[in-house]
Every structure is written in structure tokens, then in C-alpha cells.
């Protein structure tokens, strides 16, 4: 990993090498942060297309604009085809998979409003690297193999031929080639990307997705629209942190550092558990407003404020302090998906972006002669009725991703963002904690150890938590178990993280990735 603070003009943190290549083109050509954001998210679209795509359900991103000195927020969140009707999703299976399952495919058009809000460049510039690899075809590795497999498994021969003309997924070490996709996105560099929404593309999409069953419509396409946002934010011990506003999951990872913040971390030890314990009691109590409050802030009235303010957070803590274990149903975590890049640029533009196809491959639905496998938004809804998450005609779905960038007195000093379903929310937190509270580099950070709870008990600690520890949490009655069964590596906690820390003094950048020094880039 890339971790060696120096006197830099850009720093990128990825999912993927290929990625960190794009950006790094780019912004060796002139381009800014945004820019060569969307240039990597265009490039992961290809390269690891079960985690997202340029048919996926969406995503969200906060960007810090030199400039204005402020940082900005972008939601490109899907929306529920205009068609839903509750009767349609009482079977859950078509709820999860399948052509009933999609939602208005929201990635283009949230790569394109953040290129014309901030960025500098044409969009045929940011997605040349992309089509190259989509054209060319790259290796094929053990982790895509086995995601590709399972589509092969699941998805109807329609699908099954437009992804894998031969019937079956590339071996590992051969080349994954995806021409149909290549020429797709070809046409949007040379029409612009406004024509994945009006035309004969959305025709396409919607001819396939109803004559299997489905409810899309060219009139969703034609009336999705991203929203510029204001990010919610809070002050954590003089550092603020900025994430993507509700639909987005990160209002929880903030309210879980609000609740921390009334006690002292900096002396505890980062490994120890009465910091882990003091964390899984607080991200408990936090969940519960999560399952309550959110949802889409069209629909429902989410009081960000009451959420957020010091006296939730001091009747929380007083709460614990009480030396209760907060009781709760553990909700299912949702699974190994989606992919986040953040970027520093030379004039200090920072981005972090998260975007999704939901989980591996999405719906399991590839459009023939387009090679655009769609996510399945559908599956982020509650079906539960009056619930604020519930889904609704031209609803965004509450979802995890929580993009999120670090100031001090105005001045960018962070952004981290990783994948990971709904651990993203409470590993979030943590990456926040790790830099501020522990003094971690960016390296130390997205490697230390982590642990999840969504309410109840029992709860999760990644591999590297000493089994000592483990112990000790059970003796505080705690019933603890390792790793995930979704989100990502079993053993562990979440996906791969990544950040990137600017020095407040000196301006050096240091940039890390879990997914190893490949997919850092620092020039």
C-alpha cells in the first residue's frame, strides 16, 4: 500500500488498479478530482462489473470544491419504476432478482451531473479508458470468476447471452471481453450520455426488461434526474465530516460519532474492548433510529436535526453509561457489492464517490446487444407497509453507501468511503475514529481491525480482533462471532476501504487502499 506522505499533486484510492490508471490519466492531462473520479467509477463499471455498472441501481457521492470552499453533495439514488404496485411484489424472490426487481438505472446519470457540476473535461475523455478495456477485454481474476459463475447459475438464457455469449464465464486468467458494452458506451462518449435516457437505448432496456415480466418504463428514464444536495455533517472534537444526505446510510455513522464523542477514545487502546464494547453499544442505539426514521426525504420526514443533535447524543450516552447492553433484533446484513474511489487533486478538490449494482451482478439481468447487466434497486425497499422505507411509484430506496470527506477549519484533511452492505455504516464510523481519535495513517486505517452490529446481539469482529479480546467482550455479555456471511472477505468486516489524508501543516498527501498498492495512486 501507497502510505508515504510526500509532497504531491494528486493522490487516488480504488478498488481496482485499472481504475487508478484512468484517474491518474486524467489528471495528468489536466483534469480535476471529479473528473478523474468518474473516469475510475467508468472503469470499475467494466472491470468489476457484478459490484457496479453503468446499469446499476446508483449511488452517491460528496465532493469538496476548492473554489468554494464548501463541500457539495451529489444523490443519484434510483427510483421506483412509476408502474409499482404492492400486489406485484408480494413473492420476496422477484423482489431480489430478476426483471421485476430493477429500478431506474441511476449511474450514468449521476456520472454525468458530477462531470458538468465540477468537472472539467468531456465525458468521451473520461470514458476512454474504460471502453478500451470493455473493447480489448482484461483478466479475468478468482474473486470476478467466482461472482461471474453465479450469474451464469442464476440469470435467464436472455441474460445468460447478452453477459457470456458461450453460455459460460471466462476461466481465471483469460480475458473477459465485453464488446456489446464496449460499443454502448462508445455511442454515449460520441452522443453524450443523455441518450442511455431518451431514444432507442432506454426502448431497448424496457422491450427486454417487459417482455419478461417487468415494470420499467421509457418515461422512468425520461424523468430520472440526480439531485445536488446539501451532505449532512456534523463536528466531531473540531474536525467536520460531510456524507451524502438521506437516501443515503451515512447520517447513521454520524450520529454513532456524535454518541462517541461524549466520552474519551484517544487513550483507550484501538484493539481493546471497552473501546469495542463502548462502539457496539452506541452503533446499537444508533440503529434503532435508522430502522425507525429513514427513508426517502420526498416521502418521509427524517429528523436529520434530532438525529444528529448533542442532546440525542448525551441521552445515548447516558444510556450506556448505565452499563446496559442495548437489546435489538440483528437485521441480515445485505451482501458483497458495490465499489468507492476517492481522489485529491493538485488544488485540493477532494472526492469520495460510492456507486452500486446492489449485490453481485444485481438483478441478474443483462440486455441483449447492449451488454448491460441492470441492478436491482427493488431489493433495497422494506416491504413493510407504512414503514418509512417502504417502497413507493418514483421512490428512492434508503441504501448504505456514505461517501465522506474530513475538514478542519475549512480545509480538507480526509475522504474515505468502502463497500460492504450495510456494514458500510458502522465501519464508516470507524475509518472516522482510526484517523481522529487514534491518530492512524491512512494505511493503519483501512487495515484496523473492525467490528458491526445492526441493533442486537449477537455481533461481528474481523479476524485480526485477538481472541483475548474476544473473550472479554463475551464476559461483558456479548455473544460475539467472526467475520460476515455478506459484505465482503468472510473473515472480516465489510469490503475494503479506502483513504486518502492531507497533512493540515505541510499539505503532503498519503493515500491507502485494502485492496493493496495497485489501486493507489499518488503523483
Same mark, same amino acid.
Given at each position: 500500500?501507497?502510505?508515504?506522505?510526500?509532497?504531491?499533486?494528486?493522490?487516488?484510492?480504488?478498488?481496482?488498479?485499472?481504475?487508478?490508471?484512468?484517474?491518474?490519466?486524467? #489528471?495528468?492531462?489536466?483534469? &480535476?478530482?471529479?473528473?478523474?473520479?468518474?473516469?475510475?467509477?467508468?472503469?470499475?463499471?467494466?472491470?468489476?462489473?457484478?459490484?457496479?455498472?453503468?446499469?446499476?441501481?446508483?449511488?452517491?457521492?460528496?465532493?469538496?470544491?476548492? +473554489?468554494?470552499?464548501?463541500?457539495?453533495?451529489?444523490?443519484?439514488?434510483?427510483?421506483?419504476?412509476?408502474?409499482?404496485?404492492?400486489?406485484?411484489?408480494?413473492?420476496?424472490?422477484?423482489?431480489?432478482?430478476?426483471?421485476?426487481?430493477?429500478?431506474?438505472?441511476? %449511474?450514468?446519470?449521476?456520472? $454525468?451531473?458530477? +462531470?458538468?457540476?465540477?468537472?472539467?473535461?468531456?465525458?468521451?475523455?473520461?470514458?476512454?479508458?474504460?471502453?478500451? #478495456?470493455?473493447?480489448?477485454?482484461?483478466?479475468?481474476?478468482?474473486? #470476478?470468476?467466482?461472482?461471474?459463475?453465479?450469474?451464469? $447459475?442464476?440469470?435467464?438464457?436472455?441474460?445468460?447471452?447478452?453477459?457470456?455469449? /458461450?453460455?459460460?464465464?471466462?476461466?481465471?486468467?483469460?480475458?473477459?471481453?465485453?464488446?456489446?458494452?464496449?460499443?454502448?458506451?462508445?455511442?454515449?462518449?460520441?452522443?453524450?450520455?443523455?441518450?442511455?435516457? +431518451?431514444?432507442?437505448?432506454?426502448?431497448?432496456?424496457?422491450?427486454? %426488461?417487459?417482455?419478461?415480466?417487468?415494470?420499467?418504463?421509457?418515461?422512468?428514464?425520461?424523468?430520472?434526474?440526480?439531485?445536488?444536495?446539501?451532505?449532512?455533517?456534523?463536528?466531531?472534537?473540531?474536525?467536520?465530516?460531510?456524507?451524502?444526505?438521506?437516501?443515503?446510510?451515512?447520517?447513521?455513522?454520524?450520529?454513532?460519532?456524535?454518541?462517541?464523542?461524549?466520552? $474519551?477514545?484517544?487513550?483507550?487502546?484501538?484493539?481493546?474492548?471497552?473501546?469495542?464494547?463502548?462502539?457496539?453499544?452506541?452503533?446499537?442505539?444508533?440503529?434503532?433510529?435508522?430502522?425507525?426514521?429513514?427513508?426517502?426525504?420526498?416521502?418521509?420526514?427524517?429528523?436529520?436535526? $434530532?438525529?444528529?443533535? /448533542?442532546?440525542?447524543?448525551?441521552?445515548?450516552?447516558?444510556?450506556?453509561?448505565?452499563?446496559?447492553?442495548?437489546?435489538?433484533?440483528? %437485521?441480515?446484513?445485505?451482501?458483497?457489492?458495490?465499489?468507492?474511489?476517492?481522489?485529491?487533486?493538485?488544488?485540493? &478538490?477532494?472526492?469520495?464517490?460510492?456507486?452500486?449494482?446492489?449485490?453481485?451482478?444485481?438483478?441478474?439481468?443483462?440486455?441483449?446487444?447492449?451488454?448491460?447487466?441492470?441492478?436491482?434497486?427493488?431489493?433495497?425497499?422494506?416491504?413493510?407497509?407504512?414503514?418509512?422505507?417502504?417502497?413507493?411509484?418514483?421512490?428512492?430506496?434508503?441504501? &448504505?453507501?456514505?461517501?465522506?470527506?474530513?475538514?478542519?477549519?475549512?480545509?480538507?484533511?480526509?475522504?474515505?468511503? #468502502?463497500?460492504?452492505?450495510?456494514?458500510?455504516?458502522?465501519?464508516?464510523?470507524?475509518?472516522?475514529? &482510526?484517523?481522529?481519535?487514534?491518530?492512524?495513517?491512512?494505511?493503519?486505517?483501512?487495515?484496523?481491525?473492525? %467490528?458491526?452490529?445492526?441493533?442486537?446481539?449477537?455481533?461481528?469482529?474481523?479476524?485480526?480482533?485477538?481472541?483475548?479480546?474476544?473473550?472479554?467482550?463475551?464476559?461483558?455479555?456479548?455473544?460475539?462471532?467472526?467475520?460476515?456471511?455478506?459484505?465482503?472477505?468472510?473473515?472480516?468486516?465489510?469490503?475494503?476501504?479506502?483513504?486518502?489524508?492531507?497533512?493540515?501543516?505541510?499539505?503532503?498527501?498519503?493515500?491507502?487502499?485494502?485492496?493493496?498498492?495497485?489501486?493507489?495512486?499518488?503523483?
Amino acid at each position: 500500500m501507497s502510505d508515504r506522505p510526500i509532497a504531491s499533486r494528486f493522490a487516488i484510492a480504488t478498488p481496482h488498479p485499472q481504475a487508478a490508471r484512468a484517474a491518474r490519466d486524467v #489528471l495528468e492531462e489536466g483534469g &480535476n478530482a471529479t473528473d478523474a473520479a468518474v473516469a475510475a467509477m467508468l472503469t470499475l463499471c467494466v472491470v468489476i462489473p457484478g459490484s457496479v455498472g453503468i446499469g446499476g441501481y446508483g449511488g452517491s457521492m460528496v465532493v469538496y470544491s476548492a +473554489r468554494t470552499r464548501r463541500v457539495h453533495g451529489i444523490d443519484f439514488d434510483s427510483r421506483a419504476p412509476l408502474a409499482y404496485r404492492d400486489e406485484l411484489f408480494a413473492d420476496p424472490g422477484k423482489r431480489n432478482t430478476g426483471y421485476l426487481s430493477v429500478s431506474v438505472p441511476a %449511474v450514468i446519470a449521476g456520472l $454525468e451531473t458530477a +462531470r458538468r457540476e465540477f468537472g472539467s473535461m468531456a465525458w468521451g475523455q473520461l470514458s476512454r479508458h474504460a471502453i478500451e #478495456l470493455a473493447e480489448q477485454g482484461f483478466v479475468m481474476d478468482p474473486e #470476478l470468476k467466482r461472482h461471474a459463475d453465479r450469474f451464469v $447459475e442464476k440469470a435467464d438464457p436472455v441474460s445468460l447471452r447478452a453477459q457470456f455469449a /458461450a453460455g459460460s464465464a471466462p476461466a481465471v486468467g483469460e480475458l473477459l471481453v465485453q464488446r456489446d458494452l464496449a460499443h454502448l458506451m462508445q455511442r454515449l462518449a460520441d452522443k453524450g450520455p443523455a441518450t442511455f435516457y +431518451r431514444g432507442d437505448i432506454p426502448r431497448a432496456i424496457v422491450a427486454q %426488461v417487459r417482455s419478461h415480466g417487468g415494470i420499467l418504463s421509457e418515461d422512468d428514464f425520461a424523468r430520472y434526474a440526480p439531485t445536488l444536495v446539501d451532505p449532512v455533517s456534523i463536528n466531531y472534537r473540531g474536525y467536520d465530516l460531510f456524507t451524502a444526505a438521506p437516501p443515503s446510510g451515512g447520517i447513521t455513522s454520524l450520529s454513532i460519532l456524535k454518541v462517541l464523542e461524549q466520552f $474519551e477514545l484517544a487513550g483507550m487502546d484501538p484493539r481493546g474492548s471497552s473501546y469495542y464494547h463502548l462502539f457496539l453499544e452506541a452503533a446499537k442505539r444508533c440503529w434503532a433510529e435508522r430502522h425507525r426514521y429513514l427513508g426517502d426525504t420526498d416521502f418521509v420526514s427524517v429528523p436529520i436535526n $434530532e438525529i444528529l443533535s /448533542a442532546q440525542t447524543a448525551a441521552a445515548k450516552a447516558a444510556d450506556i453509561r448505565k452499563g446496559n447492553l442495548a437489546q435489538g433484533s440483528e %437485521v441480515p446484513g445485505s451482501g458483497p457489492h458495490t465499489a468507492n474511489v476517492c481522489v485529491v487533486d493538485g488544488e485540493r &478538490n477532494v472526492v469520495s464517490m460510492t456507486a452500486t449494482q446492489g449485490y453481485q451482478f444485481g438483478a441478474m439481468v443483462c440486455i441483449e446487444g447492449l451488454g448491460l447487466v441492470l441492478g436491482h434497486g427493488m431489493s433495497r425497499f422494506d416491504y413493510i407497509p407504512g414503514h418509512p422505507n417502504a417502497p413507493a411509484p418514483n421512490k428512492r430506496m434508503f441504501h &448504505n453507501m456514505s461517501p465522506t470527506i474530513i475538514t478542519q477549519s475549512g480545509r480538507p484533511v480526509a475522504a474515505v468511503g #468502502l463497500p460492504g452492505g450495510t456494514k458500510i455504516v458502522t465501519v464508516t464510523a470507524q475509518l472516522a475514529v &482510526n484517523l481522529i481519535d487514534f491518530g492512524m495513517s491512512a494505511e493503519q486505517t483501512v487495515t484496523a481491525p473492525r %467490528v458491526h452490529t445492526e441493533g442486537g446481539e449477537p455481533v461481528a469482529v474481523s479476524s485480526a480482533v485477538p481472541e483475548f479480546v474476544v473473550d472479554e467482550l463475551r464476559s461483558m455479555g456479548h455473544a460475539v462471532r467472526r467475520g460476515q456471511d455478506v459484505g465482503g472477505p468472510r473473515a472480516e468486516i465489510a469490503g475494503q476501504a479506502n483513504a486518502i489524508v492531507i497533512d493540515p501543516t505541510t499539505g503532503a498527501l498519503s493515500a491507502a487502499s485494502g485492496h493493496g498498492p495497485a489501486a493507489v495512486a499518488v503523483g
